[in-house]
């Protein structure tokens, strides 16, 4: 286990990587005994920078929610990482938001839905029905990823480890809003589906079932995995529950639609 010295010096790496845009080389390879407790050990100590300087947490992020990504990844649950007001981006119905590329490093978009609450969930022990009776409502989202962390090590090559993804806070970078919300009784999540289109080419097409085959299962799994930490979903926090499409990635000048049907379509284009 890292000690806390070097979990702040290294949360200070994707600090400074954050500001400069300039990605940092694997932990993992660097420091061969990491675990994914080090991981999320350094991703907290990210958040306390950010908070320090003003930021505010508004909610969390699911990742690694498709059993492919987690064979690949050779781990065998999700991972989580945590929201800032900063990263809050919004559609106005019928406009398209522009996103500034320059925010970002390699930014690539997913597909999700998240979950909004209005009663919190304190684990262990959350259920799925819990999680429904707890969610204000359901809208579509846009999860913005990025690596602060180079993909593939610059020496070696070799694709960055799980751990490192974590302590990258799970590579979220932004989140786009905008669309209807619904309640959870109102639609049959499962079967809420969304069609992606790059500078008007269809690039993904999904279905929430593919998070876990039902998106409130990853909720449910965030509460009870926060609660060893002593953490909680509060009521009005957002929480992504996963993507069901793989990521795309983005450039300058690239428009992006994401056609959830009855639930709306948010549209962005990188600047």
């Known amino acids: 286990m890292f000690d806390d010295t070097l979990i702040r010096t290294l949360a200070g790496e994707l600090y400074e ?31 306390a920078m950010q908070r320090a300087e003003g ?5 969390h992020k699911i990742g690694l929610t498709s059993r492919a990504m987690q064979i690949s990844s050779q781990i065998d649950e999700p991972d989580y990482g945590t929201l800032l007001d900063s990263m809050l ?19 690539r978009v997913e597909v999700e839905l998240a979950f909004v609450l209005e009663a919190p969930l304190q684990g262990p022990g959350i259920t799925v029905e819990q999680v429904l009776a707890a969610t204000e409502y359901v809208t579509p989202a846009i999860e913005i990823i990025d690596a602060r962390i180079e993909q593939f090590d ?25 669309g209807r919300r619904v309640a959870p009784a109102q639609v049959d999540l499962p079967w809420c589906g969304a069609i992606l289109r790059q500078n008007g080419c269809v690039e993904e097409t999904g279905l ?8 409130a299962v990853g909720v449910a799994w965030l509460a009870n995995k926060l609660a060893p930490w002593g ?10 529950a996963g993507s069901f499409t793989r990521p795309v990635a983005a450039r300058p000048g690239d428009r992006f639609e994401a056609d959830y049907g009855p639930l709306g379509t948010l549209k962005f284009r990188f600047i």
């Open 17 to 47: 990587s954050e500001k400069s845009r300039v990605q940092v080389e694997h932990f993992s390879r660097r420091y061969p005994g990491m675990t994914i407790e080090d991981g999320y050990r350094i991703s907290r100590a990210w958040v």
């Open 55 to 59: 930021r505010r947490v508004i909610g």
């Open 89 to 107: 981006l919004t559609c106005e119905p019928g406009k398209e938001l522009d996103i500034p590329a320059a925010r970002f490093i390699a930014p």
């Open 154 to 178: 610059r020496h070696t090559k070799v694709m960055r480890k799980v751990y490192d993804t974590i302590s990258d806070n799970a590579a979220n970078a932004g989140v786009v809003v905008g």
């Open 208 to 215: 929430a079932a593919g998070v876990q085959g039902h998106p």
């Open 231 to 240: 953490e909680s979903l509060q009521a009005g926090q957002i929480v992504l």
